[in-house]
């Protein structure tokens, strides 16, 4: 029994230390879940958390990593402040003292915003509410800026951008490059390059990160205020030099501290508006807008990868450009492969409400805008609590405004704006209007200007002409400047007059000058008088006539953003000095400057020598005064036709065949001046065009050759255009498009084999069904000295089948 018991009694003891341990055990792993487990999982979190912030912050992090880090962090609001943009403080301060709240609607260059002072800005940002700034105008602005950005809770850097259309003009004594129009006449993609690569450098410098350039609108109406804004009314040549003034902001991924976000405008249409005027609705096939109007953009993107595209004023085919995701998403973005980000013209999606009337409600615009693609918002408040609350009513989908978060966040991060959202004042001092950049300012305005007509008179012989008498609206003025330039220094601006007085000084000559009024329009009887009084004891007389396009000049100007003309002629009484001037029978030789087509027959007829100087920049005068005396051989070509009057508006030279069937009564209907035209102080000689297959199937290449000769006295610069015509063709082409072309210099009578490699994507186009491909048929090669059928050479080519292609 004993035995038993203490058996029994044992097992039950053991069983009982059992069920304690038991019990106990469970106690204490619920003690460790509680209170280890958490303590353990705090360190976890906090681990995580600072190797997030390692990312976020860190340079040598991938920028995706550090992207994506970073918006594990931001709320949906923080998201959508970053898609927000607002003008600079100082310029909200300037605004508001010389505008009413009625003129904001109307003004595109000058904002404030009514109830909030620049105090309430200036606390948004250090909030983090604000993702983008334009118009910031000084290095210790954009420097103070940052500053209170660098106060918020994620310290997310400013986007600072700003209009450095040709040059960073806006920001004072910078160097001012020839607008782009003369650009586009330089025909030479590596100017445009370069001083594209020195605007980078002066924006960076000045405390800027993002050019709102290239424009790239197709020019086909003169009277288009922005016509030299853009690289003219060619497809080619557009995309050409849109491409090499992105590649010279961003040079690659635009990473780094000398390198900017370009951004191309205005998508699209522009420069062929249905009165001429900035904004008025397009109304024109698909068809003209993928072969004429899109093709820059294409190019843009699949050639520079430019990271910003503007969308524009207007309307096209009944939809705001806004709200059109159409153009914005199907074709540029999914089709062209689009991967930067989309930001709005000047309050252009407020328009779609209170302009275009295509909303019902501010907010409505807001909401199409951002679902139809955009990205950010040019500029001022509403925008982002509409967005905001959009977002969470489900009328906006998260991953929308993940997708614009995450590009613009690219780009800083890109720009080295983390790392350093702040510029060194030294800096300034040595970057900004350089002697590098000024020699290629210079450079630049030499090959811009375009010898329109030349009697032989030019260049000038000094021992000829002792006594020069210069005169005109533009003689001695910033118009040289062009549009997008405020007021410089006058020690970094070369007048016309001071570039004469300069040459003067080395060529033996006297120079006298009347001023006879800088106000365009405003020449007076009696300043006229005057001028053709003193002109007549002079042995030559340079009447310098166009346009003011300066912005700073907002109530004179007479031509650039927002100031477009039923007519293109001469204003006021300009026409009128040249012609009182040209009956004292002294000498006359008239230049040009001007932002658009100016269309003065009379002139062509009377005058013996014609310069079109455009907008030159900073070293324009010295660069006339250079090509007048021959120190420069003239190089230009016109990117663009000029109408004889504004009733042949629009003409362009890749017309279509019926364009003239129809001749004008009383008016000659071929242009004042020819695409692709300029004259040189040498003469060339075009010859021996060859092709070197007569035949070709659709997947073939073709080589053709043409030899140019210099047959004048001293070396100069010639342009090899090459245009192709579609014989017959299933839909109608134009008589002729621009398909390459090559600039080269030759010396006196020496020679060159110029040769040009196609494919038949050069001879490509939409078929009935919209779809890209070459048909089978013959081809007209045309190749010359410009688009006039007197100055081209032709040779025939047969493409054997018909084939789709792709683009």
Same mark, same amino acid.
């Given at each position: 029994?004993?035995?038993?018991?203490?058996?029994?009694?044992?097992?039950?003891?053991?069983?009982?230390?059992?069920?304690?341990?038991?019990?106990?055990?469970?106690?204490?792993?619920?003690?460790?879940?509680?209170?280890?487990?958490?303590?353990?999982?705090?360190?976890?979190?906090?681990?995580?958390?600072?190797?997030?912030?390692?990312?976020?912050?860190?340079?040598?992090?991938?920028?995706?990593?550090?992207?994506?880090?970073l918006m594990s962090r931001m709320?949906?609001?923080?998201?959508?402040?970053?898609?927000?943009?607002?003008?600079?403080?100082?310029?909200?301060?300037?605004?508001?003292?010389?505008?009413?709240?009625?003129?904001?609607?109307?003004?595109?260059?000058?904002?404030? !915003?009514?109830?909030?002072?620049?105090?309430?800005?200036?606390?948004?940002?250090?909030?983090?509410?604000?993702?983008?700034?334009?118009?910031?105008?000084?290095?210790?602005?954009?420097?103070?800026?940052?500053?209170?950005?660098?106060?918020?809770?994620?310290?997310?850097?400013?986007?600072?951008?700003?209009?450095?259309?040709?040059?960073?003009?806006?920001?004072?004594?910078?160097?001012? !490059?020839?607008?782009?129009?003369?650009?586009?006449?330089?025909?030479?993609?590596?100017?445009?390059?370069?001083?594209?690569?020195?605007?980078?450098?002066?924006?960076?410098?000045?405390?800027?990160?993002?050019?709102?350039?290239?424009?790239?609108?197709?020019?086909?109406?003169?009277?288009?205020?922005?016509?030299?804004?853009?690289?003219?009314?060619?497809?080619?040549?557009?995309?050409?030099?849109?491409?090499?003034?992105?590649?010279?902001?961003?040079?690659?991924?635009?990473?780094?501290?000398?390198?900017?976000?370009?951004?191309?405008?205005?998508?699209?249409?522009?420069?062929e508006s249905v009165n001429g005027?900035?904004?008025?609705?397009?109304?024109?096939?698909?068809?003209?807008?993928?072969?004429?109007?899109?093709?820059?953009?294409?190019?843009?993107?699949?050639?520079?990868?430019?990271?910003?595209?503007?969308?524009?004023?207007?309307?096209?085919?009944?939809?705001?450009?806004?709200?059109?995701?159409?153009?914005?998403?199907?074709?540029?973005?999914?089709?062209?492969?689009?991967?930067?980000?989309?930001?709005?013209?000047?309050?252009?999606?407020?328009?779609?409400?209170?302009?275009?009337?295509?909303?019902?409600?501010?907010?409505?615009?807001?909401?199409?805008?951002?679902?139809?693609?955009?990205?950010?918002?040019?500029?001022?408040?509403?925008?982002?609590?509409?967005?905001?609350?959009?977002?969470?009513?489900?009328?906006?989908?998260?991953?929308?405004?993940?997708?614009?978060?995450?590009?613009?966040?690219?780009?800083?991060?890109?720009?080295?704006?983390?790392?350093?959202? !702040?510029?060194?004042?030294?800096?300034?001092?040595?970057?900004?209007?350089?002697?590098?950049?000024?020699?290629?300012?210079?450079?630049?305005?030499?090959?811009?200007?375009?010898?329109?007509?030349?009697?032989?008179?030019?260049?000038?012989?000094?021992?000829?002409?002792?006594?020069?008498?210069?005169?005109?609206?533009?003689?001695?003025?910033?118009?040289?400047?062009?549009?997008?330039?405020?007021?410089?220094?006058?020690?970094?601006?070369?007048?016309?007059?001071?570039?004469?007085?300069?040459?003067?000084?080395?060529?033996?000559?006297?120079?006298?000058?009347?001023?006879?009024?800088?106000?365009?329009?405003?020449?007076?009887?009696?300043?006229?008088?005057?001028?053709?009084?003193?002109?007549?004891?002079?042995?030559?007389?340079?009447?310098?006539?166009?346009?003011?396009?300066?912005?700073?000049?907002?109530?004179?100007?007479?031509?650039?953003?927002?100031?477009?003309?039923?007519?293109?002629?001469?204003?006021?009484?300009?026409?009128?000095?040249?012609?009182?001037?040209?009956?004292?029978?002294?000498?006359?030789?008239?230049?040009?400057?001007?932002?658009?087509?100016?269309?003065?027959?009379?002139?062509?007829?009377?005058?013996?020598?014609?310069?079109?100087?455009?907008?030159?920049?900073?070293?324009?005068?010295?660069?006339?005064?250079?090509?007048?005396?021959?120190?420069?051989?003239p190089s230009g070509k016109l990117?663009?036709?000029?109408?004889?009057?504004?009733?042949?508006?629009?003409?362009?030279?890749?017309?279509?065949?019926?364009?003239?069937?129809?001749?004008?009564?009383?008016?000659?209907?071929?242009?004042?001046?020819?695409?692709?035209?300029?004259?040189?102080?040498?003469?060339?000689?075009?010859?021996?065009?060859?092709?070197?297959?007569?035949?070709?199937?659709?997947?073939?290449?073709?080589?053709?050759?043409?030899?140019?000769?210099?047959?004048?006295?001293?070396?100069?610069?010639?342009?090899?255009?090459?245009?192709?015509?579609?014989?017959?063709?299933?839909?109608?082409?134009?008589?002729?498009?621009?398909?390459?072309?090559?600039?080269?210099?030759?010396?006196?009578?020496?020679?060159?084999?110029?040769?040009?490699?196609?494919?038949?994507?050069?001879?490509?186009?939409?078929?009935?069904?919209?779809?890209?491909?070459?048909?089978?048929?013959?081809?007209?090669?045309?190749?010359?000295?410009?688009?006039?059928?007197?100055?081209?050479?032709?040779?025939?080519?047969?493409?054997?089948?018909?084939?789709?292609?792709?683009?």
């Amino acid at each position: 029994m004993f035995c038993l018991f203490t058996v029994k009694t044992w097992i039950n003891l053991c069983h009982y230390i059992y069920i304690y341990m038991l019990i106990n055990f469970a106690k204490i792993a619920l003690l460790a879940f509680v209170f280890i487990l958490p303590l353990n999982s705090c360190k976890i979190e906090s681990k995580e958390v600072n190797s997030k912030i390692k990312v976020y912050k860190d340079a040598n992090a991938m920028v995706k990593d550090r992207v994506n880090d970073l918006m594990s962090r931001m709320t949906t609001e923080q998201k959508v402040y970053q898609m927000d943009q607002y003008v600079g403080l100082e310029h909200m301060s300037h605004a508001e003292k010389r505008m009413s709240k009625k003129d904001l609607a109307n003004d595109d260059a000058n904002a404030f !915003y009514p109830g909030l002072k620049s105090s309430d800005v200036a606390k948004l940002i250090e909030e983090g509410k604000i993702g983008s700034f334009l118009h910031v105008l000084t290095l210790k602005e954009a420097n103070y800026l940052q500053s209170l950005a660098m106060k918020s809770t994620l310290q997310i850097p400013l986007l600072i951008g700003i209009d450095a259309i040709h040059g960073n003009g806006l920001n004072y004594g910078a160097t001012i !490059y020839p607008t782009p129009i003369g650009i586009a006449s330089t025909w030479d993609e590596c100017i445009a390059e370069q001083m594209s690569i020195e605007t980078a450098k002066e924006m960076r410098a000045t405390g800027s990160h993002w050019a709102f350039t290239p424009n790239i609108d197709i020019a086909r109406d003169a009277r288009w205020g922005r016509v030299g804004e853009t690289f003219g009314e060619d497809p080619l040549l557009v995309s050409n030099m849109g491409v090499a003034m992105i590649n010279g902001l961003q040079q690659g991924d635009f990473t780094g501290s000398e390198k900017v976000l370009a951004c191309a405008k205005h998508l699209i249409g522009g420069g062929e508006s249905v009165n001429g005027t900035n904004a008025a609705p397009l109304d024109i096939s698909m068809r003209t807008i993928r072969e004429m109007h899109l093709p820059s953009y294409r190019k843009a993107i699949s050639e520079a990868n430019v990271y910003s595209i503007m969308t524009a004023h207007n309307e096209v085919n009944g939809i705001p450009c806004h709200k059109d995701k159409y153009m914005m998403t199907d074709i540029v973005r999914d089709e062209f492969g689009f991967k930067g980000f989309y930001v709005s013209d000047w309050m252009d999606i407020e328009r779609i409400y209170d302009l275009h009337h295509a909303s019902e409600s501010l907010d409505d615009a807001f909401i199409e805008s951002v679902n139809a693609g955009m990205d950010m918002h040019m500029h001022g408040p509403k925008f982002a609590d509409a967005i905001i609350e959009a977002v969470k009513k489900g009328l906006i989908d998260e991953s929308r405004i993940d997708d614009a978060c995450s590009k613009i966040l690219s780009a800083k991060f890109r720009l080295g704006l983390f790392e350093n959202p !702040y510029v060194d004042v030294k800096l300034k001092e040595s970057v900004v209007f350089n002697q590098a950049h000024q020699a290629t300012a210079l450079d630049a305005a030499r090959n811009s200007i375009v010898l329109l007509k030349n009697n032989g008179i030019l260049p000038l012989k000094p021992n000829k002409y002792k006594k020069i008498f210069i005169t005109g609206p533009n003689a001695d003025n910033e118009t040289i400047l062009g549009d997008w330039a405020l007021q410089q220094p006058d020690d970094r601006i070369i007048t016309i007059k001071e570039g004469f007085e300069k040459m003067s000084k080395h060529k033996g000559f006297t120079l006298d000058y009347f001023d006879s009024g800088k106000i365009i329009g405003k020449t007076t009887d009696k300043a006229i008088e005057t001028a053709t009084d003193r002109a007549a004891n002079a042995d030559l007389a340079i009447v310098v006539v166009g346009e003011n396009s300066l912005r700073f000049e907002s109530k004179t100007k007479t031509c650039g953003e927002n100031t477009d003309r039923s007519e293109i002629n001469l204003l006021g009484k300009q026409l009128k000095l040249i012609q009182e001037i040209h009956k004292t029978g002294v000498p006359v030789v008239v230049v040009l400057v001007n932002g658009r087509p100016i269309s003065e027959p009379w002139i062509d007829e009377k005058i013996p020598a014609v310069l079109e100087a455009w907008e030159p920049g900073s070293f324009g005068g010295q660069a006339i005064a250079e090509i007048i005396f021959g120190d420069v051989n003239p190089s230009g070509k016109l990117p663009i036709t000029f109408p004889r009057t504004s009733g042949q508006i629009s003409l362009y030279y890749n017309h279509k065949p019926s364009h003239f069937f129809h001749k004008y009564k009383f008016t000659d209907y071929t242009p004042l001046y020819s695409f692709g035209y300029g004259l040189s102080y040498t003469s060339f000689e075009f010859s021996d065009l060859t092709i070197n297959k007569k035949s070709i199937s659709p997947d073939e290449t073709f080589t053709v050759s043409i030899s140019i000769k210099n047959t004048g006295k001293i070396a100069g610069q010639e342009v090899a255009q090459l245009y192709i015509r579609d014989n017959y063709s299933s839909v109608t082409r134009p008589v002729k498009e621009l398909k390459a072309y090559e600039k080269t210099i030759l010396n006196k009578n020496e020679s060159q084999t110029i040769k040009f490699e196609l494919t038949t994507q050069d001879l490509a186009f939409y078929n009935t069904e919209m779809q890209w491909g070459v048909e089978k048929g013959d081809f007209t090669i045309m190749v010359g000295s410009s688009s006039r059928d007197e100055d081209l050479q032709t040779i025939n080519l047969h493409v054997n089948a018909t084939k789709l292609l792709k683009h």
